[in-house]
């Protein structure tokens, strides 16, 4: 969550598109769970911060036998791996030349049906979409296994169902309620407050200090950056 404030307030124009999303749906009553699936915008937010600073950077593992890993690279079986998530979110031939920046809008599908109904769009173009939904129609990713914050198959996060799911289990509550949770604390907090960075910190030092973020078992910049809530009127 903290990530997430600290894009909003990086990001005042991200900041005010969740604010007008918040507001048209919302108006002056208070969010319930049937409003979670309207909240693109916000989702959009949660996922391109996950997509950045993804909590676990690098998935253990361990080959199960003699492959080749695509197709040139000898993996003997019993080699332990790491599976590099940060350069995939990060990969500019999969998310574009822009992929170190923080872009909300790049998960959103609208934006997908858009670029192909534009006045002049190529065939070959919608064709060679490969872009997927991502447990919501709503969110789209470039294709399948660019978006690994939860790791991916049969040793993913546990709160994402196995597949096919167990018998009687509950089919991805954990993911679920993760992201509610996160949304929800997220649409209360940016419909009251507006936020921005402490008095003395420029942009510029603030990514100084997350370029040096490091990892043990989450990810964490080296020292804390104090962040400034101040009430909407």
Excluded at 43 to 64: D, H, N, Y
Excluded at 65 to 73: A, N, S, V
Excluded at 127 to 132: A, I, K, L, Q
Excluded at 181 to 195: G, K, P, Q, T
Aim: with cysteine; aromatic share 10%; charged share 20%.
């Amino acid at each position: 969550m903290w990530y997430v404030l600290l894009m909003l307030a990086l990001h005042p124009a991200v900041q005010d598109t969740l604010y007008s999303e918040i507001t048209q749906i919302l108006g002056t009553r208070q969010p319930s769970y049937e409003d979670f699936p309207s909240m693109t915008y916000a989702l959009c937010i949660m996922f391109e911060t996950l997509r950045l600073f993804p909590s676990v950077v690098g998935v253990p593992k361990v080959a199960a036998e003699d492959t080749l890993l695509l197709g040139k690279y000898p993996i003997p079986r019993g080699t332990a791996v790491i599976f590099d998530i940060v350069h995939v979110h990060r990969d500019p031939e999969i998310w574009g030349p822009d992929s170190n920046d923080f872009n909300p809008a790049r998960f959103d599908s609208r934006n997908v049906r858009q670029r192909h109904t534009q006045p002049g769009a190529k065939k070959s173009e919608i064709d060679d979409d490969t872009s997927v939904s991502f447990g919501n129609e709503k969110i789209r990713v470039p294709c399948k296994g660019a978006f690994l914050p939860f790791s991916d198959g049969q040793r993913s996060c546990l709160g994402i169902p196995p597949h096919p799911p167990f018998l009687g289990q509950a089919d991805g509550l954990g993911k679920k309620f993760a992201q509610v949770e996160l949304v929800a604390s997220l649409v209360m907090i940016s419909r009251e407050w507006e936020i921005g960075l402490k008095e003395g910190w420029s942009p510029e030092r603030v990514w100084g200090v997350i370029e040096m973020s490091a990892t043990i078992i989450t990810l964490a910049p080296p020292e804390d950056i104090p962040l400034v809530f101040r009430k909407r009127v």
